[in-house]
């Protein structure tokens, strides 16, 4: 079945880096459209960044210049480099998968905190 897997999250301060990771299996993970979402307490879940089979890649507007969506087919793996944290970007973050079938997968969520 598939499985998306997310790492790296963790603790950092304000100003500071971090990168995400998703492991996808069972899947063509070449034909799916990618996303990473977050939901911070008390909040919906949003988009962050999305990168299309192809690599077009789309940002919210609070995270342009500061993080970069990117995937590597060859080891079925998506990744968010996120810096200048701020203390907003605090959030569970999700990846998300849109297979060539049109079927959703979601995995099963990273934290990220920011504060000093």
């Known amino acids: 079945q598939v499985q998306l897997v997310e790492s790296g999250g963790g603790l950092v301060q304000p100003g500071g880096s971090l990168r995400l990771s998703c492991a996808a299996s069972?899947?063509?993970?070449?034909?799916?459209?990618m996303g990473w979402y977050r939901q911070a307490p008390g909040k919906q879940r949003e988009v962050v960044a999305t990168?299309?089979?192809?690599?077009?890649?789309n940002y919210v507007d609070s995270v342009k210049g500061r993080f970069t969506i990117s995937r590597d087919n060859a080891k079925n793996t998506m990744y968010l480099q996120m810096n200048s944290l701020k203390p907003e970007d605090t959030a569970v973050y999700y990846c998300?998968?849109?297979?060539?079938?049109?079927?959703?997968?979601w995995g099963q969520g990273t934290q990220v905190t920011v504060s000093s």
């Open positions: 990168i299309g089979s192809g690599g077009r890649t």
């Open positions: 998300n998968a849109l297979s060539a079938q049109g079927r959703l997968y």
């Open positions: 069972g899947m063509i993970f070449s034909a799916a459209a």
